[in-house]
C-alpha cells in the first residue's frame, strides 16, 4: 500500500525561529498533498492543499505567509512555519492518496511541533 | 450543523464485546468512506475505505455504508485492549476533494 513519510516526528524551537517539516510519499508519485493540524482530543483539521508545480490552497483562517508549503517534486512537499510562537504548537499531520477510486487517503506519521 | 457528525465519546467497553462505533453526514455527494484509527501522537491509519453503500468486512472489522440515510458504521469484533484508540470517520467526494473527518470516538477497551 501507499506509504507516506513524515519527518521530523517531534520538534522543539524557540519563538520567532521557523521550523521545516517534510512529506514524502513513498513508492509513488502524488501530484497532490494535503497538510492537517490537530490539537488535542480534537479531530483533524484541514490547513492546506498542496500541488506540485502550484501554488497551496489555504483554507479559510490560515494564513499562507505563517505556513508556507512547497511542493517542488511530485515525492515531496514541506510546510514551513515560519516565526513561529506559542500557540502554534500542535500536532501537524501530512497526507496524500494514490491515483484510482479503490485508493483512500494514507497519512505520515504526524510532527508534533513545541514552540517555547 | 457540521457536515460530519461523530460522538466523541469516550466509550469503553470489556475485552471480547462487539463495538459499534456511527457517523451522520449531511452532503449526498460523499461517495467514498473510510474509517481510520489513531493512537495517541501518531498519525490516523487507514482501517476500511469503501464506495457507495454497501458492506465490507475485514477481519474483525467491518464496515457499513447506507447512503439512503446517510449512516457510516464500523463494527469491531472481539474487542481487543490494543484496539483502544481514537477512531475517526472520513468521507469525500471523489477525484481528490478534501476529506471531511468526523470528530473522532475514543474507544477503551479494557482486559
Known amino acids: 500500500g501507499a506509504v507516506v513519510s513524515q519527518h521530523p516526528s517531534r520538534v522543539i524551537c524557540k519563538s520567532g525561529t521557523s521550523v521545516k517539516i517534510e512529506c514524502r510519499s513513498l513508492?509513488?508519485?502524488?501530484?497532490?498533498m494535503f497538510w492537517y493540524r490537530q490539537f488535542p482530543k480534537q479531530s483533524l483539521m484541514l490547513m492546506a492543499t498542496?500541488?506540485?508545480?502550484?501554488?497551496?490552497?489555504?483554507e479559510q483562517g490560515v494564513e499562507k505567509d505563517k505556513f508556507l508549503i512547497n511542493h517542488a517534486s511530485l515525492t515531496l512537499s514541506t510546510l514551513t512555519v515560519t516565526s513561529a510562537h506559542p500557540e502554534d504548537s500542535s500536532f501537524y499531520i501530512c497526507?496524500?492518496?494514490?491515483?484510482?477510486?479503490?485508493?483512500?487517503?494514507?497519512f505520515g506519521s504526524g510532527t508534533r511541533l513545541t514552540v517555547v | 450543523q457540521k457536515e460530519v457528525e461523530q460522538d466523541p465519546g469516550p466509550l469503553s467497553v470489556p475485552e471480547g464485546a462487539i463495538v459499534s462505533l456511527n457517523c451522520t453526514y449531511s452532503?449526498?455527494?460523499?461517495?467514498?468512506f473510510m474509517w481510520y484509527r489513531q493512537y495517541s501522537r501518531k498519525g490516523p491509519e487507514l482501517l476500511m475505505y469503501?464506495?457507495?453503500?454497501g458492506n465490507k468486512e475485514d477481519g474483525r472489522f467491518t464496515a457499513q455504508v447506507d447512503k439512503s440515510s446517510k449512516y457510516i458504521s464500523l463494527f469491531i469484533r472481539d474487542s481487543q485492549p490494543s484496539d483502544s484508540a481514537t477512531y475517526l470517520c472520513?468521507?469525500?467526494?471523489?477525484?481528490?476533494?478534501?476529506?471531511?473527518f468526523g470528530a473522532g470516538t475514543r474507544l477503551a477497551v479494557h482486559p
Open positions: 497526507s496524500a492518496r494514490l491515483t484510482g477510486d479503490s485508493n483512500g487517503y494514507t
Open positions: 513508492d509513488f508519485q502524488a501530484t497532490t
Open positions: 498542496s500541488n506540485e508545480g502550484s501554488k497551496a490552497t489555504y
Open positions: 452532503n449526498s455527494a460523499f461517495q467514498y
Open positions: 469503501t464506495y457507495s453503500s
Open positions: 472520513a468521507m469525500f467526494s471523489g477525484g481528490y476533494n478534501k476529506l471531511i
